[in-house]
């Protein structure tokens, strides 16, 4: 008898996870590994954030929530969108779950019925196509233009009967580029005529360097409607993990999103939600200077690495999506990790074969290191 289910078989691991976890093994054995795989900040959470944290324990914060979450965090995560992103959104209409992957989720199976479609613009998030599987969807990719961007054209063509939904990341996880207003509204165009649904996911919202982020929900009524909004506390306080993520979105879709983590997970750890209220309300001052120091970083590397390498310009996140004529990323990643001992992540993971990715989410001194041993292996490469 087989046990396993076909969606089980055909999910695979996670590059990004199977490469980060063999890094840290021959670090382990005394290699002198620099390890550029990882998606998360190098920062630890705020002291006042952990502070706060024990206080809440304290104070008998340790019990259940409701399965939507913590009413407080609720209508903070309300007045943040509000104040910072023109956006109104009813307590009711948020769903905080836990971490901005259990969010995408928790949407998809909300939404989707066996063979929908699911465009996903590559390069993309290496988890967005399983997590469509996952839940019964069809991933369909869209292609880039020479802004690695959505290219609308493409987009128009991939938009079926079947179409339900169109993930947007900006900023991006693999390349860094920040869609301008210009470009929101277009893209917002073709949804609202479409009558598609947007799945914006928005968590390295404030890690963003040389642009004004803006919301595609923020552009009008038609579009907001049709837009899950994802974020969470993750990269912007440097909170991975303490697994916060919440969603915003019409009150039909939130209600379907919260009987689902009802009896599913319930509501996150009520000490992350309440440490979460603490960490929003106090806004800019706990994360200013993490931002500043990964524009130092991304200059750096802007700065110092081989000409030869090409990249879309990073604007924001903590990634630059690297390419070197026409290479294997595979190869060029397995090489890289025995001749130099600098860990990436192929490009193939992303949908795009011909780069790799590289996280600045580590020191400023392993990253001076990290590029004299790309430059010197790109020389003989």
């Not at 994360?287 to 200059?299: A, L, V």
């Not at 026409?326 to 993971?349: H, M, Q, R, T, Y």
Request: hydrophobic share 40%; proline share 3%; glycine share 6%.
């Amino acid at each position: 008898m087989e046990y396993l289910s076909e969606r089980a078989k055909l999910l695979r691991p996670s590059a990004t996870m199977a490469l980060n976890k063999k890094a840290k093994e021959m670090k382990s054995n005394g290699l002198d590994v620099i390890n550029l795989t990882v998606g998360e900040p190098d920062f630890q959470t705020p002291q006042e954030i952990i502070e706060f944290a024990y206080k809440a324990m304290r104070d008998g914060y340790t019990k259940y929530t409701e399965e939507k979450g913590l009413k407080e965090l609720r209508e903070a995560i309300c007045e943040k969108l509000e104040k910072e992103n023109n956006l109104k959104y009813d307590v009711e209409e948020i769903v905080v779950s836990n971490g901005a992957k259990h969010s995408l989720f928790n949407i998809f199976l909300a939404i989707l019925n066996l063979g929908d479609e699911v465009i996903i613009p590559v390069p993309y998030w290496v988890s967005y196509p399983a997590i469509v599987s996952i839940c019964g969807g069809v991933p369909v990719f869209c292609g880039y233009n020479e802004n690695f961007k959505i290219d609308l054209e493409d987009l128009k063509k991939k938009i079926t009967r079947k179409t339900k939904a169109l993930i947007l990341n900006s900023p991006s996880n693999p390349t860094g580029i920040v869609y301008e207003k210009k470009e929101l509204e277009e893209l917002a165009e073709i949804i609202v005529s479409n009558k598609i649904l947007c799945i914006s996911d928005e968590v390295y919202e404030k890690i963003i360097f040389d642009k004004e982020f803006i919301s595609i929900a923020s552009l009008g009524k038609e579009i907001k409607d049709l837009t899950i909004l994802v974020n969470g506390v993750s990269k912007t306080f440097s909170m991975t993990g303490w697994r916060i993520g919440y969603t915003a979105s019409k009150r039909e879709i939130a209600d379907a999103i919260g009987k689902i983590q009802g009896q599913t997970t319930s509501a996150p750890s009520t000490i992350s939600q309440k440490s979460s209220v603490f960490a929003i309300k106090q806004g800019e001052k706990l994360f200013k200077n993490m931002i500043i120091e990964f524009k130092k970083r991304r200059d750096f590397l802007v700065q110092n690495l081989s000409k030869e390498i090409k990249y879309p310009y990073p604007e924001g996140a903590f990634y630059m999506f690297l390419s070197y004529k026409n290479i294997d990323s595979i190869e060029f990643a397995e090489k890289l990790l025995s001749e130099k001992l600098i860990a990436v992540v192929p490009g193939s993971e992303f949908g795009v074969d011909k780069y790799v990715r590289i996280s600045y989410a580590v020191s400023s001194e392993e990253l001076k290191k990290a590029v004299e041993r790309i430059n010197e292996f790109i020389r003989r490469f």
